[in-house]
């Protein structure tokens, strides 16, 4: 995927947000949006590196080097990224209390994401 697909997707997860740095002649710029007209801004920049840290996590997670022969995988990637990034941006006051009972959409995604790519996991067993 390309990055401009990459930022459509993972907006299209994220309720009422946009990209703050959008300054060509086909989209608004931040100082034409008022207050009302979005939940949250974030930069096309943070939503890559969010989406490479989410491809990295995901890598770790399932053991594998990349996702070339995975078709869901890049679903999955944009799950991941925008949990991450709901997760960076939701403040809830019992967030450290116990993580087991408090599942918020950040953590619904990424448990989606997880899921999809469950099938796909490599295991290792090893006997000493």
């Given at each position: 995927m390309d990055d401009e697909t990459?930022?459509?997707?993972?907006?299209?997860?994220?309720?009422?947000?946009?990209?703050a740095d959008v300054d060509n002649e086909d989209n608004l710029i931040d100082s034409e949006y008022n207050g009302m007209d979005y939940n949250k801004k974030v930069s096309s920049e943070e939503i890559l590196h969010f989406y490479n840290v989410a491809q990295n996590y995901a890598?770790?997670?399932?053991?594998?080097?990349?996702?070339?022969?995975?078709p869901i995988s890049?679903?999955?990637?944009?799950?991941?990224?925008?949990?991450?990034?709901?997760r960076k941006?939701?403040?809830r006051a019992n967030d450290q209390?116990?993580?087991?009972?408090?599942?918020?959409?950040?953590?619904s995604l990424i448990i989606q994401a997880k899921e999809?790519?469950?099938p796909y996991k490599k295991y290792n067993f090893n006997i000493f």
């Open positions: 990459i930022i459509k997707e993972v907006l299209f997860k994220l309720d009422n947000w946009t990209v890598l770790s997670y399932t053991q594998l080097s990349d996702f070339s022969d995975i890049d679903t999955a990637l944009i799950l991941w990224t925008a949990g991450l990034l709901w941006y939701d403040i209390i116990d993580e087991s009972v408090t599942i918020g959409y950040g953590d999809m790519l469950k």
